[in-house]
């Protein structure tokens, strides 16, 4: 079997991920990305308490990692305020090096973007598993050792409801984990990704 290293955000899409995907490696660890981000505090927060209940759950959960990188924040015409050009790409980079120096050969994402949407303003070019892909060849190249990127979300058609859902049935306290665009004490509830939750957990009937 093989070893992977989870990115872990803090949010619902990357600690599902990890409770589909986990169970299918012999070895599991997690990545959190601090990149200047306004909401960094109420993020690593959400991670670190993932963590512990990871750490609780599963006894291949080896160790958790706090990474700094920088990604220039863009203001740009036609962009979302929340954009930070190439930064699924920093990660992808960051990731791959330290899996790789770690012993492990995958890298598992949060993904649910199958292909890049046009109409979708937050859907970004690096966050299709064609990017995906694409990225785990040149990183297999150039380190010379063979490493895979993986989206369990997108591999297997998981929309926001089934996220809701899958947490929920894992007993995982969606109020300790962190979606939110803003950077106060609480979710801002008018963000777009409060707002598609706040739409989510009305489907899914949480």
């Known amino acids: 079997?093989?070893?992977?290293l989870f990115q872990l955000s803090g949010g619902y899409d990357s600690a599902a991920a990890f409770l589909l995907a986990a169970?299918?490696?012999?070895?599991?660890a997690t990545i959190f990305f601090d990149y200047g981000q306004p909401y960094a505090r109420q993020e690593k927060a959400a991670a670190d308490y993932l963590c512990k209940e990871f750490l609780g759950r599963y006894a291949h959960y080896k160790i958790h990692i706090n990474a700094s990188v920088y990604v220039p924040h863009a203001t740009l015409e036609g962009k979302p305020d929340a954009y930070y050009p190439l930064r699924n790409f920093v990660f992808a980079a960051s990731s791959a090096s330290q899996a790789l120096a770690s012993g492990f050969d995958t890298v598992v994402v949060g993904s649910k973007t199958t292909e890049l949407r046009p109409d979708d303003p937050y859907c970004f070019p690096?966050?299709?598993e064609d990017f995906y892909r694409v990225v785990g060849v040149a990183a297999s190249l150039g380190s010379g050792e063979h490493i895979r990127f993986c989206s369990p979300l997108a591999e297997e058609d998981v929309d926001k409801p089934d996220v809701i859902k899958?947490?929920?049935d894992a007993y995982i306290d969606l109020q300790s984990l962190w979606s939110c665009y803003a950077s106060g004490d609480e979710p801002c509830g008018v963000c777009y990704h409060c707002t598609e939750l706040s739409k989510a957990r009305e489907e899914a009937g949480v």
């Open 166 to 168: 899958c947490l929920h």
């Open 1 to 4: 079997m093989s070893k992977a």
């Open 23 to 28: 169970p299918k490696y012999e070895a599991v």
């Open 126 to 128: 690096d966050c299709t």
